[in-house]
């Protein structure tokens, strides 16, 4: 069954806490968010003890008239399910319910998400919570969306306790087709004397004396993704049955500080998907983590939009420091959202809180009240989001994927590998941003996805690959497709076992390459390449065995060998980048390659410190503008455009002006 939100035009709102505050401030919320254009909030997410102050017994009216006077005033509601925060009740009642940590020690409540994934108890009390909102709340007209628990993982997405043992056995057992000889195979237990005898010898990666075993490890962490998975579908479940029609989500964390769950696998499982998106205040260029959480949250919710659920209207409260966002920020930072996506902008939180952990946490509503510049942004932003409701449902139009693997990510940054400074994000952002700057769309993809779609498809870090991804990826360029792959991919299977014969393992025959031995730059090292650039973090004594070489080291103990590599592969082109050049070397590198791929950007003449990006509607293209320079800009459009935020048709020349800081939005029309 199909289930979509019924909100007009873009979302737009945040987290509603009104059981912060007493009950004559409410009436003053909904006049506010009518003010702001705010159409859809989320209630309940931290509710829980004030909503079951005992277990089993209930108290609706709070809620029942939160509802009532959101419906009153044109507010639909994203009903949360509570589980993010167990009452205190609850842990009196099961203290074996607590997480453990990997040294043993078992955590205290009083925060939130204090809960072991495995609990039974836990369980037991989340779905009886989730059922009883269901049948309560399934046809109440503010109702529009169930917003299952809230952010999972954030803060327990490893729990070693005893009852998580026998979990993990459990997971394990389904893994392996419950034959231990196969677990003690793939896990290599030969090495060490790990061989298990008994699946009761099979525990956790508890805190130990030397470097864990890599492939327990990394099964490990698959079983903590799929066991808070297990909790999100069973209370998913639990909801379908009390309102079949009404779609469900929870909110992912796809941003720079969040490992932990392999959203690959847990995307089919919504009906909307959404993301949480914070900036890093140490970020000089932020904008270029907003883009790319973008644009992997898009590709993982198939290429439809998604929704915003949370960010923030100025500074978080959770950073060594917290900054405040600049003139200009918060609507470029919404906007971008929208332009890589978002069919919703939501915010944590609607009113700053005057206690409690996030106190400090910028609103919608900050502690200054109306007479703020937050609050005229927000308003103004509101009324900016009603000009582009059009733009509602438009896809993306990338020719560019990048592969994107929590499995591989994982992996590679398990201790005793060859250089601890290499990081996969870092990695994937280096080879983003020229995309990102060229105004060149990108799609994030599984190793195994279909790739009919691409003309381009780069790997920049896939260090752990199985077999029938890497044959879908050499496939790609066998068929006439360009690949691009970053060093030390393809160097490992699914069970973490190296590849051995060379490396780069997966991929030696399709790049024509093979490296005999790996040779890691210490930090602060470079090496030269021809050309005139610099490469840092990698190198390795790469031998050519059909490839061409591209470029070349220019001194160090690998002078004269290649370290970029190009090579014929059946139809198309295999491109090899067994270093990381500096970033103007990438980014002449990277345009070359997507240059003979055909790639083309969103617009062109777009100019140094402008982001353009396109969504494509059934009738007409959105060409997003957005000055991150501070210069401002005039951007050559289609004829017959309109700029939707100024609601002014483009002049007669094609000019549209981009302010210093600002956004323009361009409705063009579909040619062809």
């Known amino acids: 069954m199909s289930r979509e939100l019924n909100v007009p035009g873009l979302a737009y709102g945040g987290d509603y806490n009104p059981e912060q505050w007493p009950e004559e401030v409410w009436a003053e919320d909904m006049r506010l968010m009518v003010e702001a254009g705010v159409n859809m909030v989320s209630v309940n997410i931290f509710s829980w003890a004030l909503l079951e102050p005992s277990e089993g017994v209930y108290d609706y009216s709070r809620l029942d008239r939160v509802l009532d006077m959101l419906y009153a005033h044109g507010i639909a509601a994203d009903l949360a ?3 993010a925060a167990p009452p205190a009740w609850f842990f009196r009642a099961h203290p074996e319910a607590l997480p453990v940590d990997r040294d043993g020690r078992r955590l205290s409540y009083g925060s939130r998400q204090t809960f072991c994934p495995s609990s039974p108890a836990y369980r037991e009390a989340a779905l009886r919570i989730a059922r009883a909102l269901g049948e309560r709340y399934a046809d109440h007209p503010a109702v529009v969306m ?4 809230n952010e999972y993982g954030c803060h327990n997405a490893e729990c070693y306790c005893d009852t998580s043992a026998e979990a993990f056995r459990t997971w394990l057992r389904g893994r392996y087709d419950n034959d231990l000889a196969a677990l003690n195979d793939a896990w290599g237990t030969t090495f060490w004397s790990q061989w298990y005898y008994d699946w ?9 004396g030397a470097v864990p075993n890599p492939t327990h490890r ?3 962490r698959r079983f903590c993704s799929d066991e808070l998975l297990s909790l999100c579908t ?3 479940a639990v909801l379908a049955e009390a309102a079949p029609t009404l779609p469900a989500t929870t909110n992912f964390m796809v941003m720079y500080n969040f490992d932990a769950l392999d959203y690959w696998r847990w995307a089919p499982e919504l009906d909307v998907v959404s993301n ?9 260029e932020s904008e270029i983590d907003i883009a790319m959480s973008g644009d992997v949250v898009r590709s993982l919710a198939g290429g439809r939009p998604w929704l915003l659920m949370e960010h923030s209207t100025g500074a978080v409260n959770w950073q060594p420091v917290n900054r405040a966002k600049t003139a200009g920020e918060l609507r470029r930072n919404a906007l971008a959202h929208v332009a890589h996506g978002a069919d919703g902008i939501a915010y944590f939180q609607w009113r700053a809180a005057k206690a409690g952990a996030e106190q400090w946490h910028s609103a919608m509503l900050p502690h200054a009240g109306t007479d703020s510049v937050i609050w005229r942004d927000v308003v103004a932003l509101g009324a900016d989001l009603r000009a582009l409701a059009e733009v509602r449902g438009a896809v993306g139009t990338a020719e560019t994927a990048i592969v994107w693997d929590w499995d591989a990510r994982w992996a590679l940054e398990l201790p005793s590998q060859p250089s601890e400074e290499v990081r996969y994000l870092d990695l994937i ?5 020229p995309l990102w700057r060229a105004g060149v769309a ?3 993809v599984r190793p195994d996805a279909d790739l009919s779609a691409y003309r381009l498809v780069l790997a920049p870090s896939l260090y752990l690959v199985d077999d029938a991804g890497a044959a879908n990826l050499t496939g790609f360029a066998e068929r006439g497709g360009t690949l691009a792959v970053g060093f030390h991919s393809g160097a490992v299977d699914a069970n973490c076992h190296v590849r051995l014969g060379g490396y780069p393992g997966a991929f030696r025959e399709a790049l024509g390459v093979r490296t005999d031995e790996l040779f890691p730059l210490l930090p602060g090292e470079t090496v030269g390449l021809t050309g005139g650039g610099t490469a840092s973090l990698w190198s390795e004594r790469v031998g050519l065995a059909g490839a061409a070489a591209v470029t070349s080291y220019t001194d160090g103990p690998l002078t004269g060998l290649p370290a970029v590599t190009r090579h014929d592969h059946g139809t198309g082109t295999a491109w090899y980048l067994a270093t990381l050049p500096d970033p103007a070397t990438l980014t002449a590198l990277l345009d070359r390659v997507r240059e003979e791929a055909g790639v083309r950007p969103a617009a062109d003449g777009v100019p140094h410190g402008v982001e353009a990006v396109r969504r494509r509607g059934t009738d007409a293209d959105y060409l997003f503008l957005i000055d991150h320079g501070g210069a401002g800009a005039e951007v050559v459009v289609a004829a017959d455009s309109v700029e939707l935020l100024g609601g002014k048709p483009v002049p007669s020349n094609g000019l549209v002006s981009v302010p210093p800081g600002g956004v323009a939005v361009v409705r063009e029309p579909r040619v062809g």
């Open 81 to 83: 399910t509570p589980t």
């Open 146 to 149: 169930w917003h299952v628990h």
């Open 200 to 208: 009761d010898e099979v525990l956790p990666p508890r805190a130990t």
């Open 218 to 220: 990394l099964d490990w």
């Open 234 to 236: 069973a209370e998913r």
């Open 276 to 284: 949480d998106h914070y900036l890093r205040s140490t970020d000089p």
């Open 429 to 433: 952002r280096s080879w983003y941003e």
């Open 442 to 444: 990108v799609d994030f």
